[in-house]
Structure formats: structure tokens, C-alpha cells
């Protein structure tokens, strides 16, 4: 099979158009005057500076709401302006005036608006009341509220098999929200409940429950600024997690070893000016952000990660504090077989599919021996790989070695990238549930859930398209430009006999829908959510396991709107007219939704008064106490052999990445200030000894064509080759557009996510 999918405009599908394609590396420091420029500039052009700068005072505040970009950690000491330019970016995108409302719907077409960018659909503004898609006239019209809950009800009563629907969720989704979802899909009798960790952190949390016995990092914010070595793997800190920034230039301030692990050198790895620090802003007086940077081919980070251990183990034949013996004796399981594995392993296997010299990978070693407290992160670049569980697995494997687990200013520390992604796991989004949750889930809710597993993110599309999963619930988020394989998602959608989206803004899954199709607006994170007793409170998870509190700010964009948990409700009492679940109270007052959660979820305990407490309050994590919930009760080392990741001769290892000026599938303009380009998206990173191995010079189109397990070839033609400092074999472009090259039936064997940073492809002047 050969799928042809041609994108020749520049800047397609954005399509923003307000400045001509340029390329010029950007030498400047990340965040500081470039970033309030970027600022001032969007909040402006949104037509927001008075509540742009409101809501900047109230963001990640007691009494605010928090951010709905990153989960990165509020500051522990609650310092005003803890905030960076995606969350501004991200929240005067939601608070915007512009409106699409029925008149919008009555003058376009579905078909017209298939062919505008998605910058454009994004643009016109926020939704205002329930719509749904009338066939005849190619349009959505108006619907009222429970006209939808009652199409909703009818397609899932009517359906033969519970297992034939399946709900997706968004990060976006507050806990209270999610714990209300998960109940009304598991009272429905199903676990189809694929969410957007299927395709960023699932081989983080099953590396970590494999090792440690937790699916969650162990540090908080306080080890960050306890910890005296950083090793941050495949982490884009300036544009995914900003905020990371200001740990970054703390942790440098006091003498922290901060190492980078990334193919590319992101401007969050050099150097950075903290906005709210005035006095540097005023002086132009930045701080670097790390003291060693490697670049590991694409793959190769295991590789590193192996070789760190080769070296410490051979240190320690003399010197006895190389590895922690007494922590290795009293805490782990498999040590003498994971280092003969490491003896095992050749010097000549470790530096080529690392793309390092032994020398590199002595330096990091010795940062982490002469370290006493260190921790190690990553984000995507790790995870989105076929041994993605197994590189996770190794970065414990180097932890415990040092007896770096399960103490102040230590651990592993994955970086997710959505708000509360962490939450909606926590909170009972998860496709394989643990058997004690249902249990107790069934015993306080006195429902009789489900035992089978359910569909994840993959899956549901194979699903759609056999016939198997015909209504699709989408809850949050942009499933039709967020997931792999793009032509393949798009078919998929569209033999649903019902979509339906809960959404703030018009978005391409609106486009892309079933026969029948529902649009459900709801408020967004910025906006007061008023109940029958009163301005409701919601919470939060962040990437460290803290919970707290978020309160809106500004009345809703529309008076149609309903909360999340309005919708959930709605949408449960439509389907499950005899369930003896109390929807509505649930929906009066979210503090009885809560009450019920301090039943169900470990963790939770009193939850009421501790969500309200300054800051909130953090999971008890057994790990953290050196208590391993693991089948030998004790942390476990894993054996894995190094995988390939050479890539076959003629071809490169692409990776998908997001520009600067873009969130997940939001993207709001074509420049990517920190890579130094402006008016494009449709491009591809390249080693510049790989271009002139195929002819190729800057600013020419290429022919990309990805080649999947199963043989099959997915291509786009018109991508623009820049030289860029990436390594051999290696090269970098823009998801979502390049999406449509990730073949569905390549995900990992091991997490079941798409392998999105590890793309086989050709590169072919056209």
C-alpha cells in the first residue's frame, strides 16, 4: 500500500501567512525579552491586553485557576508570576472575543471548512452552544442540550455490546470531571478508555510500575532544588514546560551539573533569562541552563544510559563508592545479572548506536559519580520509541546503582506535557485498571465494573475502521490531528455512526466526524463554574503528584456552555436511565463528587479540606519510602538487550516534533522562534552531511516517504530540507502535519504507543 498525501502550500495546513518563509538560527538566550515581545504581540493581535493581563495575575495563584498548558509544578514559595509565554499564549487563545456561533455554522460548510488550516479554524474563536451535523445540508445546526444528550443516549443504548463505543480523554479534563467519565463508562460496561498517555508517557508508567512499583515519577520540586546533578533526556524544556526554565536557572546558580541529552541543542539547553527575574530582564544578563550537552543519534539514549552504568561498574572494582553497594544489597533484585549484562556489552556496540564516542559517555558518568543526589528526567523524546519501556527501565537501572531513589534530591522525574494528563490516569482514565480500583470503585459506587481490558489509543482506530467501535466519544482535545497516521485516522472517524467532541474551540475532529455528528461546547479552565450551590472548585494533578486547586475567573463565553461535569451527566443520565447514581448532585456541588473520590482512590483521604490547603497536597508514593510494590518487594533491575537503532542504509530516523509557537495541535502561528524559522511548517531538519549525500542545499523541496514494518510507504511532497546541527542518520519536522508518516501498525511492542521519534524514512529531492 502507497499512500500519497501532497502538502505544497508553505506553512500548510497553519497557513497563517503573515510572514515569508525564513530560516536563521536563533543565537539568543530562551524565555527573557524575546519571549515578553511574543507575549505582547499575541495578546494584542487576540484582541485581549486588559484580561490577558488579568488572567496572567491570577494564573498558577492560590484562589486561580491553574494554567491549562504544562504540568509542570506551581513554586513552592509561591512567587507571583509563575507563569511563561505558552501558558499566556495558551489562556488568551481560550478568553478570546471572537465567537462561532450558529450564524458561523449556517454560513460554511463542512466541506468548505475542510479546506481552511487548522490555525484558521482555531482562530474564529470559541463555540457557544450544542451543535450537530445535518447530513443534507452539509452544515451543523443548532441542537439544544438535551436533544444531544438524547442522540447520545439512543446510539449507546441501541448498541449490541458495551465494548462497541469507546471514550477518549484529553489532559485537559479536571480530576472531578475524569472520576465522573470513567464511572459513566464503566456503569455503561466498558473500559474502552483509550486517553492522550497512550500516545506520550505510557511507556513511562509501565517502566516505572515494572521497576519500582509506581506508574509515577518520585520527585517533587523541593528534590529539584535538593539535587546537585540534572540529566534531563529528550526534553524540549523552552517550549513544552517553561516554567522548567526558572528550575533550571536556580539549579545553575548553585553549582548544579545539568546535563542534556537531546539530538538537537534546544535553546532551553544553553541559556535563559527568567522574565519575572527584572533585574536580569533589565541588564540582559542571562544564566546557562546546563554544563554538558550530548547529542545521542536518534534512539541512542539507552545506549548512553548502558554505557554510564559499564563505566560505573568498572570504577567501582577500585573505587568502592562508585555504586552503592549497601542500597543494592538491602533494596533491589537482579544487580550481578544486570552487571554482567553491562560487561557483557561492548565498547564498539555502545558508541554506535549511541552516535557517541566512549569519551562522551565517560563525561556524563563521571558528573554522575562525583554527584550525591541526582535525578534524571525525560519527555517524549524517550518514550515515543519501539524500546521505549526498556530506556525508561535502564534510567532506573542507573538510579539504583547509586542508591538514587527513595530520598531528598533524588530520583526519576518524567516531564508530561499536558495539565492534568497525570490526574486523569490517577483518577481512573486507564484502559487495563487495576483489579483493587475496580474493587472499590464497585463497593462505593455500587456499580458492578468491567474486568476486561479495554481499548487504547491504537486500538479504537483499528477498531473504528473493522466496524467494531461504532460511536466515538471524545472528551477534550484534537483526536483527529493528534494521532498517528493521519489518512488512516480520518477513515477510521468517519465510519463511526456517532462522534461526538466536548470542546472550547472549532478544531479539525469537528470536520472529520461520523454519519451523525455532535459538537458539545463546555467552559474552559479560565471561566467561573457556577452551580446550582454556588462558584464551583476543580483540581489538578501535576507531573510531581501534586494536587491543587483551580477556580475560573471570567463569566463563560457563552451562556449554552456546561461544564465538563454537566456534560458527563448529561450524557450518563441519557444512556443509563435507571442508574441509581446521583448525576445531579454530583453536578450541584463538586464536593460531593470528591467525597466519593476520598472513598475510591488511594491517596485521596480527606480530600475536601486538603485540595483547599495553600498549594495542595502531594500522593503518598510507597516508592519514594524505598517501599517497592513489586512482585520481589524490591526495586528491580531489567535485563533488556541494547536494541538497534541504526537506521537501514539510505534511510534516516525521523522524529516528530513541535514548533515554539505551537501547543500540542494548537498551532499559533508558523514562525518557531527558537529554531530560527518563520512562515513554515512544512519543513525537515537535516544533517547538513546528509543533505549533500542526496544533493540536496537549504530551501530545497523534498520527497519524504516513510516505510512501515508491514511494508507499506506513506509520502509528502513539497517539505522544505534545512540544514540543522542533528546527527547523522538523523532527522526532525513538525507533528501534526507529519503525522500522516506514522504508520498505525508501527507502536511499540512494549507500551503500545506509535512510534512517533523513530520514523523510517527516505529523503528524495523532488
Known amino acids: 500500500m502507497t499512500e500519497e498525501l501532497e502538502r505544497t502550500r508553505p506553512g500548510h495546513p497553519s497557513g497563517d501567512g503573515e510572514e515569508k518563509p525564513g530560516f536563521r538560527p536563533y543565537h539568543h538566550p530562551a524565555a527573557g525579552w524575546g519571549a515578553a515581545r511574543s507575549v505582547a504581540e499575541f495578546v494584542l493581535r487576540e484582541r485581549e491586553p486588559v484580561a490577558g493581563t488579568r488572567a496572567i495575575l491570577r494564573m498558577n495563584e492560590d484562589g486561580g485557576f491553574d494554567c491549562p498548558g504544562c504540568a509542570w509544578p506551581d513554586d513552592l514559595h509561591g512567587i507571583h508570576l509563575d507563569i511563561c509565554e505558552n501558558g499566556v499564549k495558551h489562556v488568551t487563545w481560550e478568553m478570546t472575543p471572537r465567537r462561532v456561533d450558529r450564524a458561523f455554522f449556517a454560513t460554511h460548510t463542512v466541506t468548505e471548512l475542510e479546506g481552511w488550516s487548522d490555525t484558521a479554524l482555531e482562530r474564529e474563536g470559541r463555540l457557544t452552544e450544542p451543535m450537530r451535523y445535518d447530513a443534507a445540508s452539509d452544515r451543523y445546526v443548532p441542537v439544544t442540550w438535551a436533544e444531544a444528550f438524547a442522540i447520545v443516549g439512543t446510539h449507546l443504548r441501541g448498541l449490541d455490546d458495551p465494548n462497541r463505543a469507546s471514550f477518549y480523554t484529553s489532559g485537559r479534563l479536571g480530576n472531578e470531571a475524569t472520576f465522573l467519565y470513567q464511572l459513566f463508562v464503566r456503569e455503561f460496561g466498558t473500559n474502552n478508555l483509550p486517553d492522550c498517555s497512550n500516545m506520550c508517557h505510557e511507556a513511562s508508567g509501565r517502566a516505572l510500575k515494572a521497576s519500582i512499583g509506581t506508574g ?15 540529566f534531563i533526556f529528550g526534553v524540549n524544556a523552552a517550549s513544552n514546560a517553561p516554567r522548567m526554565l526558572t528550575t533550571l536557572v536556580d539549579a545553575h546558580r548553585r553549582g548544579v551539573q545539568i546535563v542534556h541529552v537531546n539530538p538537537i541543542v534546544e535553546v532551553a539547553a544553553t541559556r535563559a533569562i527568567i522574565p519575572h527575574d527584572f533585574a536580569r530582564m533589565a541588564t540582559f544578563r542571562a544564566t546557562p541552563t546546563s554544563t554538558l550537552n550530548l547529542q545521542p543519534r536518534i534512539g541512542g539514549d539507552m545506549a548512553l544510559l548502558r554505557g554510564m552504568a559499564k563505566v560505573l561498574l568498572e570504577w567501582a572494582e577500585t573505587d568502592p563508592l562508585a555504586v552503592d553497594q549497601e542500597f543494592l544489597d ?11 549484562l553491562c560487561e557483557g556489552t561492548s565498547w564498539a556496540e555502545i558508541e554506535r548506536q549511541s552516535g557517541l564516542t566512549r569519551a562522551d559517555v565517560e563525561g556524563a558518568a563521571r558528573v554522575y559519580r562525583e554527584s550525591d543526589r ?21 534510567i532506573v537501572n542507573v538510579l539504583l546503582l547509586r542508591g538514587n531513589l527513595g530520598r531528598v534530591g533524588a530520583g526519576p522525574a518524567p516531564v508530561r506535557g499536558h495539565s492534568n494528563v497525570q490526574g486523569n490516569r490517577t483518577c481512573g482514565i486507564d484502559h487495563r485498571p487495576d483489579p483493587a480500583f475496580l474493587d472499590r470503585l464497585g463497593q462505593v459506587c455500587g456499580i458492578d465494573p468491567p474486568r476486561e481490558h479495554g481499548l487504547d489509543t491504537v486500538r479504537t482506530l483499528e477498531a473504528m475502521q473493522s466496524g467494531d467501535v461504532t460511536v466515538f466519544v471524545g472528551m477534550g482535545g484534537n483526536f483527529a490531528l493528534a ?44 471561566e467561573k463554574d457556577v452551580q446550582r450551590t454556588g462558584l464551583q472548585t476543580l483540581t489538578v494533578e501535576d507531573s510531581m503528584s ?123 502561528s508558523d514562525n518557531d522562534r527558537y529554531r530560527g524559522v518563520t512562515g513554515l511548517r512544512t519543513l525537515v531538519f537535516m544533517n547538513r552531511d546528509d543533505m549533500r549525500e542526496r544533493g540536496l542545499a537549504e530551501f530545497d523541496r523534498v520527497h519524504i516517504t516513510s516505510h512501515a514494518r508491514d511494508g507499506s510507504t506513506r509520502s509528502l511532497r513539497g517539505y522544505t530540507a534545512l540544514p540543522y546541527d542533528i546527527p547523522r542518520g538523523s532527522a526532525v519536522g513538525y ?11 508501527d507502536y511499540s511492542t512494549q507500551s503500545d504507543q506509535p512510534v512517533m521519534k523513530n520514523v523510517t524514512v527516505t529523503i528524495v529531492k523532488e
Open 374 to 394: 541526582c535525578i534524571i528526567s525525560w519527555c517524549l523524546g524517550l518514550t515515543q520509541h519501539e524500546h521505549g519501556v526498556d530506556a525508561i527501565r535502564e
Open 735 to 745: 507533528m501534526p502535519e507529519m503525522n500522516e508518516l506514522c504508520p498505525i501498525g
Open 483 to 526: 494521532t498517528p497516521d493521519t489518512a488512516y485516522t480520518y477513515e477510521a472517524l468517519r465510519r463511526c455512526a456517532l462522534t461526538v467532541q466536548v470542546s472550547t474551540k472549532l478544531n479539525r475532529s469537528h470536520l472529520v466526524h461520523g454519519r451523525e455528528a455532535l459538537i458539545l461546547p463546555c467552559i474552559g479552565r479560565t
Open 216 to 230: 509515577k515519577g518520585t520527585t517533587d520540586l523541593e528534590d529539584w532544588q535538593r539535587a546537585d546533578a540534572l
Open 330 to 340: 538491602h533494596f533491589t533484585t537482579g544487580f550481578d545479572a544486570y552487571r554482567a
Open 546 to 668: 501534586m494536587v491543587h486547586a483551580s477556580v475560573g475567573m471570567r463569566r463563560p463565553a457563552s451562556p449554552h456552555l456546561l461544564s465538563e461535569p454537566a456534560i458527563i451527566a448529561g450524557m450518563a443520565r441519557a444512556t443509563l436511565p435507571a442508574s441509581a447514581t446521583p448525576w445531579l448532585d454530583y453536578v450541584a456541588d463538586y464536593d460531593r463528587i470528591r467525597d466519593t473520590m476520598a472513598e475510591v482512590l488511594e491517596g485521596f483521604e480527606d480530600f475536601n479540606r486538603r485540595a483547599r490547603e495553600p498549594r495542595g497536597f502531594r500522593i503518598r508514593q510507597a516508592a519514594r519510602e524505598r517501599i517497592f510494590r513489586t512482585p520481589s518487594e524490591r526495586a528491580e533491575f531489567s535485563l533488556a538487550p541494547l536494541p538497534d537503532v541504526v537506521p537501514p542504509p539510505g534511510t534516516l530516523a525521523l522524529a516528530t516534533v513541535r514548533s515554539h509557537d505551537q501547543w500540542n495541535t494548537t498551532i499559533y
